[in-house]
């Protein structure tokens, strides 16, 4: 029997070690998406365009910017935010109150779900924060349409959240129909 030698090893090591971590990433997505509370948000257009990434339609969303007494106080940029929401007008979830660190103290209402982001930043009052479900990926072609549609009419996502408060773009809803969802895998 023939010896491999040493680097083939270790360059068979390393990439089962990167296969293993792409995996782990695709199987906790696919989890949160199989498992998580539904929560559906409206959305507020914003223009993007990147043309290495694909196309894609960027969202903004009520729990975005917070201000007045929703804006947690001493908030900057990298903090972690906790965002909880409640049912509110057709359908969608409205944020009630907002923790930097851990989640809102008060238990949860009848039907609330805590949300956790990252401030952006914190400024004259309002605290801008980021999710993860900022980006929504669509069939090439269809981004431009859709922003053009979404200063129109009515655009919500269905969102499912984890028990931590990890969020992921389950559908994209226009009127209240689903124009796109993300699979699993």
């Known amino acids: 029997m023939t010896k491999l030698p040493r680097f083939v090893l270790v360059a068979v090591a390393i990439s089962l070690l990167q296969i293993a ?3 782990w990433m695709v199987a906790g997505r696919a989890a949160l998406l199989r498992d998580g509370t539904d929560v559906t948000l409206a959305v507020e257009p914003i223009d993007p365009r990147d043309l290495l990434r694909g196309d894609y339609v960027v969202l ?5 910017q917070l201000r007045g007494d929703l ?8 903090d972690t935010i906790y965002v909880r929401v409640g049912p509110g007008e057709n359908g969608t979830f409205q944020p009630v109150a907002a923790r930097l660190g851990s989640p809102p103290e008060a238990a949860l209402g009848d039907g ?9 930043r ?16 669509v069939p090439e072609g269809a981004g431009r349409g859709i922003e053009e549609d979404m200063r129109q009419d009515r655009f919500e996502v269905v969102l ?4 931590d408060g990890s969020a992921q773009i389950r559908s994209l809803l226009h009127e209240g129909r689903p124009v796109y969802s993300d699979p699993i895998f």
Do not use: L, Q
């Open 71 to 78: 804006a947690p106080r001493g908030a900057s940029g990298g």
């Open 60 to 64: 903004s969303y009520p729990i975005s």
């Open 160 to 163: 499912a959240v984890g028990k």
């Open 112 to 120: 609330e779900i805590d949300i956790r982001g990252t401030v952006r």
């Open 122 to 137: 914190s400024e004259f009052g309002s605290v801008h924060s980021n999710f993860g479900i900022e980006r929504f990926y």
């Open 21 to 23: 971590f792409i995996g």
